[in-house]
């Protein structure tokens, strides 16, 4: 299954809203964080109203040395309350007054003075570089607040709680649902696509959350609030207001014009830098094979094409917005120079003060700049879609599910019984054609085959890592598919051809599958597994940590502790592939007597190759073409003259010859 399958290169509008939908409902366990959230927002917004009047007052009281009380009555209210003791004052007291209101606005909303050059603004972003991925690290650790000094401290601190926890819960939503895809989800596609969409799609929720929640309710009643204090204020520039609004339809026309083709952009420059962490993430897990091949040159410069091919996807994303701002602008400046004129006019004819000058040019950048926020609000939101759609489309692959009605499936007493399967690959393939047998407790079951005859394929049809295509398999007469998938595989523990280990302690590797296992069970479980030994050597023994997939250890130890963790399970299927690959022959012959052990209390199941490792057992299936064509102990195969078991252990011995 491809990562992209199903997911359009250029979403709709409707498919967007739809996405941005789905994205807020991940806010309701932080509902009303949210609602703190756009309280403080408009908490720190407020001051705003009474920035630009300390300059107005200076101009026309301190400078131009006008009597307060014969202009009071034209103040709005709430200045006019905070004017009534300066009636009397001196320009001299009136100037003191004034800059000691603006150190309490410093100190609480770090604020002096009118324009936006002037008000501070709390945020923190991390150093990044110029592509999608490095960028998203301050998306998902971002806090701001649109004052500064103590208030925007308060809220800056806030937001960036209130964004980690929102991305700590989206991003571990996606990880709980990656775990429960089937198997063979990422056969098609690479593992680093799926590493990027985790931690550099997710971060997307942020700007959508804030700008679709936030943003709305704080730039309509911003805009509100600031054209009736204009209008109170300086009742004689109404057009004023207007031309400060206009931004908001120029806004909404640029987003029209634009926002399409950022959109689809942003999912090019995203899926540019997965195919950058896919390049990584495959070199590393083969460098092994790249080093003995010396294609080191060869790697060097597929990850140079890939890795400038995703600064080139940014520049063309960041090259987009230049172009859209650079629409946006000329216009702009129209309405800003028509601001400026109307404004000087109405002083030059004496209509407002030298001070008005400065008071209504600050609340007209106020109302534009909040017609802009509004505005621009989709156009700003592209980016954010195309990580929001990546994520949902990796969510909405097909999951493993329970059929309903499904019970847990009770410890095995009997064994497995597998009645004429079938099992074809998504493709079309036919992996196994009519396969049936009997696994009973007690016994050890060896598959036994060509490469590619389906021994695998069939042994993965019993923890239902795949599901049969036709016929029924049932343990102690239950169906399988009838019973939760969680009961099953806790009855069922599978050792992998490849040993999967984690950077962790050898003890809390082999509790993976028992974390409630006593430190006697675990020794118990290794030295059957013929792992207590070397475990022992180790610099700290059962507490040594292994490195990253036990790149510490040998492959024969990773093997033997591979072993250990699912005889120390104790389900009632242990199922093996190739066991004894990696082993020395001592070793072998003590995982083999360790699994007849087992198999006294279990269905044990190996798909061998080495026959060495499944001479003694109780049945041995042999398979070609998806086909068991003969079965019967070693010693009843090899009595059968031109049997196709005993021409594969001719082969073999005349190959270690």
């Known amino acids: 299954m491809s990562a992209t399958a199903g997911m359009p290169r250029r979403l709709g509008e409707r498919e967007t809203i739809q996405l941005f939908a789905r994205a807020l409902r991940y806010v309701a366990p932080f509902r009303w964080r949210f609602a703190a959230k756009l309280a403080l927002t408009l908490l720190s917004l407020a001051p705003r109203l009474l920035l630009p009047w300390p300059v107005k007052l200076i101009i026309d009281h301190v400078i131009d040395q006008d009597p307060i009380a014969p202009a009071i009555a034209g103040y709005p209210g709430f200045v006019r309350g905070l004017l009534s003791p300066l009636v009397a004052a001196s320009p001299l007291e009136i100037l003191l007054w004034l800059l000691a209101v603006q150190a309490l606005l410093v100190l609480v909303i770090g604020a002096i003075g009118s324009t936006a050059a002037e008000v501070d603004r709390t945020e923190s972003t991390l150093s990044s570089g110029r592509d999608t991925a490095t960028t998203t690290e301050n998306e998902a650790n971002f806090g701001y607040s649109f004052v500064g000094g103590l208030l925007g401290f308060f809220e800056f601190r806030f937001t960036l709680r209130l964004t980690q926890a929102l991305n700590h819960h989206y991003r571990s939503r996606v990880f709980e649902r990656i775990q429960s895809l089937p198997m063979h989800a990422f056969d098609d596609e690479r593992i680093g696509d799926a590493v990027y969409r985790m931690m550099y799609d997710t971060p997307s929720i942020t700007q959508v959350c804030y700008r679709l929640l936030v943003t709305p309710v704080a730039a309509v009643l911003g805009i509100l609030v600031t054209v009736w204090v204009l209008h109170d204020a300086v009742s004689a520039s109404p057009g004023i207001a207007w031309a400060a609004l206009g931004f908001l339809p120029l806004a909404v026309l640029t987003t029209l014009l634009f926002g399409a083709r950022i959109r689809a952009q942003a999912f090019g420059s995203r899926e540019a830098g997965a195919n950058t962490t896919s390049g990584i993430e495959e070199g590393f897990a083969n460098i092994l094979a790249v080093q003995s091949l010396g294609s080191e040159a060869h790697q060097r410069q597929r990850f140079a094409r890939e890795s400038w091919a995703s600064f080139a996807a940014f520049r063309r994303l960041v090259l987009t917005v230049i172009l859209a701002i650079l629409f946006g602008a000329v216009p702009a400046a129209a309405l800003t120079a028509f601001a400026f004129v109307a404004i000087t006019d109405l002083v030059i004819d004496g209509t407002l003060t030298a001070g008005d000058f400065a008071l209504v040019f600050a609340y007209f950048f106020q109302i534009a700049g909040y017609a802009l926020a509004l505005g621009s609000i989709w156009i700003q939101l592209q980016g954010s879609a195309a990580g929001i759609g990546r994520v949902f489309e990796l969510m909405d692959w097909p999951s493993e599910e329970d059929a309903p009605g499904a019970d847990p499936l009770a410890p095995v007493r009997q064994g ?182 087992a198999a006294r209390t279990r269905v044990v199941i190996v798909i061998a190759h080495r026959l060495s490792s499944i001479r003694a057992a109780d049945q041995i299936l042999f398979l070609e073409e998806g086909r068991i064509v003969e079965r019967g102990t070693h010693a009843q195969l090899m009595s059968a003259p031109g049997g196709a078991y005993r021409s594969f252990v001719e082969l073999q011995n005349r190959g270690n010859a």
């Open 416 to 597: 497995v019984r597998v009645e004429d399967v079938h099992f074809h690959y998504p493709d079309g393939t036919q992996a196994l054609r009519g396969v049936s047998f009997e696994a009973r407790v007690g016994q050890l079951t060896a598959f036994v085959g060509r490469a590619g005859s389906g021994k695998t394929t069939l042994a993965s049809l019993l923890p239902r890592f795949h599901s049969a295509s036709a016929g029924h398999i049932s343990i102690d007469a239950v169906d399988i598919e009838r019973v939760t998938l969680a009961s099953l595989r806790a009855r069922i523990a599978f050792v992998f051809q490849e040993t999967a280990l984690f950077d962790a302690s050898v003890e809390e590797n082999l509790r993976i599958g028992r974390p409630d296992a006593s430190a006697a069970e675990i020794e118990h479980a290794a030295r059957s597994a013929g792992a207590d030994a070397f475990v022992r050597a180790l610099p700290e023994g059962y507490q040594t940590r292994l490195g990253r997939a036990g790149g510490n250890l040998s492959g024969g130890q990773k093997q033997r502790l591979a072993i250990a963790r699912a005889l120390l399970r104790d389900a009632g299927i242990l199922i093996l592939d190739e066991p004894t690959s990696a082993l020395d022959p001592e070793s072998e012959a003590r995982i083999v007597s360790a699994l007849h052990e």
